[in-house]
């Protein structure tokens, strides 16, 4: 950022939600712009204990009824909603992570 502010680079990139982050963290937000297109996709996960499937099959319950419901939206524009709607390839995740147990 700071070689995007001095003109010594026109481009950064980076996992989409890291940059998102710092744009959201920026004293001068409007002055980025995200590119629209998703390069690449960068999945997360939660980090649950080894061999506890129980565990794991509630929390991706959980997480998949989230989804399904269409929670996921408000909690979106809670985080990231200064800048903009999901993108069609997120919406798509989020269709794909609210298939039923």
Same mark, same amino acid.
């Given at each position: 950022m700071a $070689?995007?502010?001095s003109g010594k $680079?026109? $481009?950064y990139a980076s996992d989409r939600v890291l940059l998102i *982050?710092?744009?959201v963290g920026s004293k001068t937000?409007?002055?980025y712009e995200l590119a629209m297109e998703?390069?690449?996709y960068e999945p997360y996960g939660f980090m649950v204990r080894r061999n506890d499937a129980d565990f794991?099959?509630?929390a991706n319950r959980a997480?998949? *009824?989230i989804y399904?419901? *269409?929670d996921i939206v408000p909690i979106f524009d809670r985080w990231f909603g200064a800048i903009g709607k999901p993108t069609p390839a997120l919406m798509a995740m989020y269709l794909m992570s609210a298939m039923p147990e």
């Open positions: $070689a995007i502010d $680079a026109t $481009a *982050g710092l744009l937000p409007d002055a998703q390069f690449s794991r099959l509630v997480l998949a *009824g399904r419901s *269409g």
